[in-house]
């Protein structure tokens, strides 16, 4: 069966990843993204790719894309909620209120709505999938973090109670949880946790490494891989379930 893959923020960065893996097993791949000049140089590096703008914190918008990536894809058997954002570094006391429920917005009402409107066309699939990007940060929680790591915990609430709601259509969903993975984002997270913690750089960074097993950020790869296996036939049988990368 040749899957049909829609992929939110899916024109750089990890996103980009997983939609190369995708293509490159001849999978039908359509990405959304709210940058659309990404989208176009995306579909020059990855052969036969599809792309529909899109601003996931609007929900008129999602609506759109979700109708246009099924039409585009003709049917529907895997749904990566890649989109999010992470919001500023800052205590909860001194957080901007605003910037706080932005977070929200894209990360957990935005996936909400993704996966709503994609629910229908999964169950017409012999083998629908979601995958719901978390975060290391869902299961521990960081200081200075707590709109990111509230809504990536949110997440993980979200994929549990949906595995169970839509097991009995043969959708299976699970969560993954990154540690920090290589690139610039990553870089920018350990800045702002500098800034806001009063130390330097290399400081924050051997603090990131001092918790790790393997002294390493993650691959963007291996998180593609790991998404492409839990959305085989490979891992059938695995539903509910919050997988660590890290």
Not at 87 to 108: K, N, Y
Not at 189 to 206: F, I, P
Request: aromatic residues 4%; neutral net charge; charged residues 20%.
């Amino acid at each position: 069966m040749t899957q049909r893959v829609l992929i939110t923020a899916g024109a750089s960065g990890i996103g980009k990843e997983v939609a190369t893996a995708y293509a490159a097993i001849g999978a039908k791949v359509c990405v959304c993204d709210i940058n659309a000049s990404a989208l176009e140089a995306a579909a020059k590096d990855i052969p036969g790719l599809k792309t529909v703008v899109c601003d996931v914190s609007k929900r008129d918008d999602i609506e759109r894309m979700v109708a246009a990536s099924v039409e585009k894809l003709g049917g529907l058997d895997v749904l990566v909620n890649n989109a999010g954002i992470s919001g500023q570094t800052a205590s909860v006391e001194d957080s901007d209120p605003d910037q706080w429920e932005a977070v929200m917005t894209v990360d957990v009402i935005g996936t909400f709505h993704v996966t709503r409107h994609s629910i229908p066309h999964l169950k017409k699939s012999a083998a629908g999938s979601i995958v719901v990007m978390s975060s290391v940060g869902g299961r521990f929680g960081y200081p200075n973090r707590s709109a990111y790591c509230t809504a990536k915990s949110g997440l993980i609430g979200f994929a549990k109670t949906l595995s169970r709601e839509l097991g009995q259509f043969n959708i299976r969903v699970n969560a993954i949880a990154p540690g920090a993975v290589g690139g610039d984002r990553i870089e920018r997270v350990l800045q702002g946790r500098a800034t806001a913690e009063h130390k330097t750089l290399d400081e924050e960074r051997a603090a990131a490494m001092s918790v790790q097993s393997l002294k390493r950020f993650v691959d963007p790869k291996d998180i593609a891989a790991l998404i492409l296996f839990l959305t085989s036939d490979a891992g059938k049988s695995i539903s509910g379930q919050v997988l660590p990368i890290d």
